[in-house]
């Protein structure tokens, strides 16, 4: 039997893979806002037209605070939307941060992620705060947000264009996602992938020298 290649390049999404989010503090926020359905509107594994235009750059924040307050019949303040979109945004922790900095020095990183221009300056600005001014972005060869390449996972296309502009094989290729439906598209490439189920962490997958350990 023919064995697997090398991995040389690692693909990791971000909210729930390499920095903590919880979901359900954005649907309680909601909620206590008075946008009762707000759980059937979104959740790590489906949302309604309004959040996928935002996170694939289709619409401003500004339409998006619009939408918001159509779909609800709320009359709610930016800063109130603000406030509870972003309370799913927790932190980095210092140790995986150093875990990803060792990683980086023995693969070829890349960060992929279904995001928003509402979240982003929120996590930029803490993980400036936290590890001085450019310092995550520059463990990554290259950094892919939905809302900017106007793509979004699961759709394959965003991973095949990883690919491409990177020159990267799927078979020396991992991907790491805490979405089920996520992994299932990469796969389709042909990308090895691995599902982060919960209460699976980074630290679970790398030795402490950032060493991919064997799955």
Known sequence: MKAMPEIKNIIFDLGGV?????????????LKLGIKDFRQRYSQASQTPLFDALETGKITPQEFYEGIRKESGLPLTQ???DAAWNAMLINMPPHRMELLRC??????????????????????????????????????RKVYLSYQVRMRKPNREIFDMVLQENQLLPE??????????????????????????????????????????SN
């Open 172 to 213: 020396e290729t991992f991907f790491i996602d805490d979405s089920s439906q996520h992994v299932e598209g990469a796969a389709k490439t042909g990308i090895r992938s691995f599902w982060l189920k919960p209460g699976l962490s980074i630290e679970h997958l790398f030795s402490e020298k950032g060493i991919l350990k």
């Open 79 to 81: 800063a109130q939307i």
């Open 18 to 30: 390499i920095y903590n989010i919880d979901y359900q503090l954005s649907i309680d926020a909601f």
């Open 103 to 140: 990683i980086s020095e023995n693969y070829q990183i890349y960060l992929l992620s279904n995001t928003n221009a509402i979240h982003i300056p929120l996590f930029n600005t803490q993980m400036d705060s936290e590890f001085g001014e450019g310092v995550f972005h520059a463990l990554f």
